[in-house]
């Protein structure tokens, strides 16, 4: 599932893709990735004639501004956006294609049919599901070491299921709090109580420049995962737990072991991550 940074990727390159495009019409072929209005016609009709002005984030969702309409769009598992000549019959599994004013579609493609696409006036978005209720950015100005310790510490869960909570903060999935946590040397196990100053502080600074890295490595890639229909894939940074069972610790050349937590497959060092912090 992407996070935060493949998300924005994905964002940087639609912005530079389709903003100040006018959509002349849509097809929705698959109704139910069509979550708000309650019928794809509804969309259809609203959104002919509207110009993209940008597209924007919050959290994992997308926030694609229309003159006087957002729309937000959740790619879940496997959502993936393209632009193409609208000559090209569209590939498998494209459920909602629209059609630009110079000739191209922004198909969006979904072989696991888990996407969502809501429809919503200016700032309405803010205030329903599901954005309503989304926690802290990350790398927004306001998730200070403070804000951390605000919103998880008082929680009493284990901190790995704390950190995935999208209420808490956004944005976070398996992989990147695998990380976070490697970074900041912590236990997934640990709860916010057993935390001492030091932890908190790694873990604040973990969180970010896991995160912002990411970003980085994406948006620095990202014609690259431009492929030639314009289809914007996932990149993956290089990674130092997660998916490396097994394997030696960067840090210390212990194998790095996988265990579940909270349902979710976790990767740690138990040497350098132990669970008396
Ligand atoms: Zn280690």
Redesign the pocket.
């Known amino acids: 599932m992407p996070e935060l940074p493949e998300v924005e990727t994905v964002r940087r390159t639609l912005n530079e893709l389709v903003s100040g495009r006018t959509i002349r019409s849509v097809t929705v072929k698959l109704p139910r990735i069509i979550q708000r209005p309650a019928e794809p016609e509804q969309f259809q009709d609203a959104l002919a004639g509207r110009t993209i002005q940008q597209v924007e984030r919050r959290g994992k969702f997308l926030r694609i501004l229309l003159d006087e309409l957002v729309l937000v769009s959740h790619l879940r598992m496997e959502g993936r956006y393209g632009v193409y000549s609208s000559e090209e019959p569209p590939e498998l599994h494209t459920h909602v294609l629209f059609h630009l004013d110079d000739g191209t579609d922004l198909r969006y493609k979904d072989v696991r049919q888990f996407g969502t696409m809501h429809l919503f006036l200016p700032e309405e978005e803010f205030r329903l599901p599901p954005l309503a209720k989304l926690g802290i950015e990350p790398l927004g100005p306001d998730f200070t070491l403070q804000a951390l310790r605000d919103r998880v510490g008082k929680r009493t869960s284990r901190i790995k299921p704390l950190l995935l909570n999208q209420e808490l903060i956004v944005g976070l999935g398996n992989i990147y709090v695998d990380e976070a946590l490697f970074q900041a040397r912590i236990h997934p196990e640990r709860t916010p109580d057993t935390l001492k100053p030091a932890e908190w502080k790694r873990l604040h600074e973990a969180i970010r420049t896991t995160l912002a890295s990411a970003v980085e490595a994406g948006g620095s890639s990202i014609k690259s995962y431009v492929n030639g229909q314009g289809e914007m894939g996932m990149f993956q940074q290089q990674l130092l737990v997660y998916g490396r069972k097994d394997e030696a610790?960067?840090?210390?050349?212990?194998p790095i072991v996988k265990f579940v937590v909270g349902g979710r497959g976790t990767h740690i060092?138990?040497?350098?991550?132990p669970m008396k912090g």
Request: hydrophobic share 20%; glycine share 10%; proline share 0%.
């Open positions: 610790c960067a840090a210390c050349g212990k060092c138990s040497r350098c991550q």
